[in-house]
């Protein structure tokens, strides 16, 4: 594979893990949205009901739907990058853009160790592609 696709490749699969990290991030948000309201909902209402009323749960079902976009580019990704490369690079991306997102969206963070563990996974991803 020619540097100059791996660079291309890399730079989608950062892509990717970002989308994956705000999405993570704003799902939780969602879904304890959709537990706050769920526990309205009669005793005994059944697993169906519960998930269909999750997934119309907007603030839960929109970031949903832009994951299972970003998944989607990572299975065409999976295509034309090595595996040893996309996983890693992907997947640390994704842990690190999590940890961003839920301290931008105002969770509970440790904030020194979150900014350390992001520092080493950028470094990491840099080693890896590079």
């Known amino acids: 594979m020619a540097t100059a696709a791996l660079g291309g490749d890399a730079a989608s699969?950062?892509?990717?893990?970002?989308?994956?990290?705000?999405?993570?991030?704003l799902m939780?948000?969602?879904?304890?949205?959709?537990?706050?309201r769920s526990r309205s909902l009669p005793a005994g209402s059944g697993a169906v009901r519960r998930w269909a009323d999750l997934l119309l749960t907007w603030q839960y079902s929109a970031p949903f739907l832009a994951n299972l976009s970003a998944s989607a580019a990572f299975f065409r990704l999976l295509g034309d990058a090595p595996?040893?490369?996309?996983?890693?690079?992907?997947?640390?991306?994704?842990?690190?853009?999590?940890?961003?997102?839920?301290?931008?969206?105002?969770?509970?963070?440790?904030?020194?160790?979150a900014a350390l563990g992001t520092a080493l996974i950028v470094l990491g991803v840099w080693v890896s592609i590079s």
């Open 13 to 25: 699969m950062v892509a990717v893990g970002l989308v994956w990290g705000a999405t993570n991030a």
């Open 28 to 36: 939780r948000r969602g879904a304890l949205v959709w537990d706050r």
């Open 83 to 113: 595996i040893s490369v996309a996983v890693p690079v992907t997947n640390a991306t994704t842990f690190a853009a999590t940890a961003v997102a839920a301290a931008l969206l105002g969770e509970d963070t440790r904030a020194a160790p």
